[in-house]
Structure formats: C-alpha cells, structure tokens
C-alpha cells in the first residue's frame, strides 16, 4: 500500500509549524496535554503505523487544492472531508481540501502537527475499524493568517468551498459585535458570511469568477440559509460602499441544499487514549463515530461538481423530503433525547436508551407523532428509517454525550421539535410527547437538573432565555413570549396549559415519572 511520503505545499507550510510542538491551546479537550508534547503522528511515522488502521493507498500530494473547508471540528472530519478522501482513492486527484479553522486554535495546532493526517474511528455494537484520511492536504488559522484565507478563497484553484459553520454561525444581525466587525473591517472578516462575501467580492474584481457554496451544517435549507447570510451581509455592504455586489452573487453563486447525517460525538481525552491503546495510532485528536453516514446533495453547481456520487453521495434536483425525515426523526429525536436525558441525571445516548421508559417514549415519539407527518420519500420505507434510527441514536459504543445534543437549542428546536408539532395541531393529531420534548427543552432552559445540580446552558440566547425561564416556572407563557422562537403557541391556550402541566408534573415527581404518566406506562416495567 503506497502512503503518503512528500509534504505538500500550497499556500501555508504546515511543515514549518510541525517542529514547534507549542502547548495545546486553552479550547483543547485535551487537559492532560496542556504541556508540550511530542507529535507523533506525522507523514514521515505513517509507516510505522501497524496494520490495525488503514492508511491513504493513494499520493496525497497529487491532489489539487480545490475545496476549502471553513471550521475544521469533528463532523467535518467525519463527514465532508472522508467522502472527499474516498474520491481521492478512486483515483480522482481534483478535490483536495484545504481546512480554514476560525475559532479553534487546539485544533489548528494539532492537525498542523500531524500534516493534516487524522483517524476516524467507527464504532457499533459489531466492532470498530480505523482509518486515517489524508484528504486534508492543509489548513490555515483565520486569526493568525488572515491574508493567506484571503488568497486561498480568492485562488482560482477554489472551486467549492464547504463549512460546518454550527446553526449559529449564519446569524448576520447588523447589531452582532462579529457582524460589525466584518463591515467596519470587510477586508479583515471573522464571521463565515464575511469571509465568503470578501473572497466574493474580490473574485468578482479579479474576473476569477465564484465558486459553489455548500454548507454541511443542519439547516433546514442549509443552501437558502447560507444564501440569505451572504445576502444580508452584501446588502449591508453595498449600503457602504455603492457597489452593487448584491446582484452579482445572486446571479452567479450557488448555494445547494444539502442532507448530512452521521453522530459524531465530541472526542474525550479518555477516548483518545482509549483509541492509541486499540489501534496503536497516535493521534492527539482522532474522532470517533458511528459507521452509517449519508449525504444527499443537490445538483446545483455553479462550479465543476465533485463527481461524490462515485462514493456514495446522493445528488438529486430537490433534498427536502430527505432533510425534513432526517430533521425531524435524528435531531427532533436528538433534541427530545438529550434535553429530558439531561434533566434526569443521565450522561450519554446509550445510557438514557436503556431505560425502558425514555426508549418507549423515543420509539413512540417517533412512529406515533413525527413519522406520520412526513412526506412520502420515494424508494424509503419511513418505519423501517425509525428502526434504523432509534438503533443509531442507541449505538453504545461512541458514548454520545447528551449535552453535545443540548447545544444551541433557539436555533434547533423550532426546526426539529416544533416544525411537528405545529403540523400535527393543524392536522388534530396526537402531540403530547412532541410537548414533552419542548417541556424537556423549557426546563432545561433554568440550567440545572431536577435535582438542582448545574447544567451548562450553550445557546447564543442562553442568558435571555434562563431568565425567562427561572421568572415563569413551571407557567411556560413568559418563555413563549419570545414569538421569533415560538410563533403563536403562546395564543393556545390548551397548548399552555397542557404544556405547564407537563413541567408541574416533572417538578413535582421528576422526568421519569412525568414520562411514564404521559405514555400511559406500565408501573411494573418502570
Ligand atoms: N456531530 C454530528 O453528529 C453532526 C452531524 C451532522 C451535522 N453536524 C453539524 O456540523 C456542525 C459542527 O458540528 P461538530 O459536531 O463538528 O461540532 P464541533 O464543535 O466539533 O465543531 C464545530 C466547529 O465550528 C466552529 N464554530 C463554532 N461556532 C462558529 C461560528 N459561529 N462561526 C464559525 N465557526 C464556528 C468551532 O470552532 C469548531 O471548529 C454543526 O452545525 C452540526 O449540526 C454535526
Ligand atoms: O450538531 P447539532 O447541535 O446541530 O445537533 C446535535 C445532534 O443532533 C447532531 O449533531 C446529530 O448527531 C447529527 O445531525 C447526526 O447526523
């Protein structure tokens, strides 16, 4: 097998920041290596690797840089960045990617010390396998390199850039600190939207023209909402400058909609460790997921599209009926799931599936209240997905933290959670456990569990919200004020009334309880 021997130059010299091994940076999740370290894994050691974990068996350094990746963390590696690496072991040498980190030094001076190389590691009750991708041929640091960014994005090379940005990351409110920033500094940005509108901007002056726009975050319609961020921050340009770059990005830039589905926990130093014990690769930050991943892309390139379907992508004309069956199934299950997990002192997925009155709750919220509403998805039969699902979400062998599924709820649960229960109130369904899950999601909002023990609260909204919350107890009208979350649930007052039921209820005798009630449950089985 031929491993990768020669390291590749292209805007940066990850080689250069490779021998200076300096402390891991105060984001790592790594304490115990908040010190200096020896790298280990590095193209030079990939040979010594044993058989254990699959390396590259194609020349890293053939690959042209024409995908840049904004915001390098654990589904990217997973996800984006390994389908790419499979097209690069078909023989395909167009589409390496370039990682564009904006807000995690630990992770920038880890996988510059590693020349890019990292394990993915997959893991079901059947076993486990590694691999080490080498599809990610550099990486740059937004802080520290600011003008290569610029010049990478304004590279002709650039072809497509994609970006797990988090559902927080599209936000461009002209009151936003960050989004003043990149108007008051267009040619310094720090958002995503910024970046992409000054490469944008740059490429139409030089007549490089666009590139394709392709967001691998969980939006609904991750293309319009990665369109509209770039066109909100356009318009608020243009209004500065006079220029109308508003236009030319509409009529030349593409934005697909994409489906991306693969649970990847955040990686712990004890999984680390975990991982170099079992496969014997030294890898400061492997990432661990579960082996089903899938992508459904739409074909909408403004540029060259990668040929991804050699390795399994799905490009189709329309992604809904897959995004809205995926979003409202995994994450409105996830959202579900984590939020009354959490609540009942529990710490992983595996762990809350176990307990027979949160797996009947997940199955019966699926198939009873969400499946029904879904859209026919030709050739995908909706029960056997549940299955598939709630097995996924049970994997115990990633040890999938529920507070990884607790993040950014304001940005989450409307899509996942309340998209349901808005249409089963329309259809005159059966709603209750979809009310369950947005109680769990209310009461986790004061930040502590029922026994009072701290929960952290990661939302951009947490301090607003965790107010609200703590003011109306278990009366939820105070927090369906906030109408740009909520819509009009405010004004149903069975709905209301319902709902403080649920969080009386989960007071007085605590989640499990609240559950079984709601289900109807068998005491005994409890
Ligand atoms: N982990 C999964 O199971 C999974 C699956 C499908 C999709 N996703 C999506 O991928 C995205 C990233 O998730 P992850 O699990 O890799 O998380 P992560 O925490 O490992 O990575 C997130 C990255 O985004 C950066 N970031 C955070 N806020 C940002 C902002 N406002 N602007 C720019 N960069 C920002 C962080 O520094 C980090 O590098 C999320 O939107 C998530 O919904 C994750
Ligand atoms: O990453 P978030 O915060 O959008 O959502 C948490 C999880 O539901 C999500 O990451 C899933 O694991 C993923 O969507 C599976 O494909």
Known sequence: METATRHHRSTSDVSQNRQTNTAVAADSPFPSLGRTVPSVLTESTVTKLGDRVETPAYDRHA????????????????????????????????????GVGMRSPAMGEVLRDQDGLYTVVERDRDGASARLVGALIDYLYLPDQPEQVADL????????????VTSEGYQTRPDMTTVRHDLATPGNPVTAAGLLVAALRRRRAEGTGPF?????????????????????????????????????????VTFPNGMVDRITPT????????IEGEFGVPDRWPVVTEPFRQWVVEDDFCTERPPLERVGVQVVDDVTPWKVMKGRLLNGGHCALGYLGVLAALETTDQAMAEPVLSEYMSRLLREE??????ELPGQDTDEYVTTTLDRIANPAIGDSLLRLCRRGSTK??????????????????????????????????????????????????????????????????????????????????????????????????????????????????
């Open 370 to 375: 969400i499946a029904p509403l879904l859209p």
């Open 153 to 164: 994005l304004a590279s002709p090379n650039t072809r497509l850039v994609t970006l797990t």
């Open 212 to 252: 394709t726009v392709l967001s691998c975050d969980n939006l609904d319609d991750s293309g319009a909402a990665t369109r509209l961020a770039v066109l909100e921050f356009t318009g608020l340009l243009d209004a500065q400058t006079g220029e109308d770059l508003t236009s030319w990005v509409r009529e030349n």
């Open 267 to 274: 990686t712990s130093p004890e999984l680390r460790d975990q």
């Open 63 to 98: 690959l042209t840089p024409s995908v840049v990746h904004l915001s390098v963390g654990g589904f990217a590696r997973a996800h984006p960045i390994l389908y790419f690496d499979d097209l690069a072991a078909t023989g395909e040498t167009g589409w390496g990617v370039i």
């Open 413 to 526: 649960v409307p899509h996942h959670v309340l998209s349901s229960l808005g249409e089963a109130r329309v259809a005159g369904r059966p709603h209750r456990l979809l009310l369950a899950a947005l109680a769990g999601w209310l009461r986790f909002l004061r930040g502590e569990d029922m026994e009072g023990r701290p929960l952290t609260v990661e939302d951009s909204r947490a301090e607003d919200l965790r107010r609200a919350a703590h003011a109306g107890g278990d009366d939820p009208t105070t927090l369906l004020g906030f109408r740009d979350i909520f819509g009009d649930l405010a004004d149903d007052a069975d709905l209301v009334a319902e709902l403080g039921d649920l969080l009386t209820r989960a007071s007085r005798d605590g989640i499990r309880s609240m559950l079984a009630a709601v289900l109807d449950f068998d005491e005994e089985v409890r």
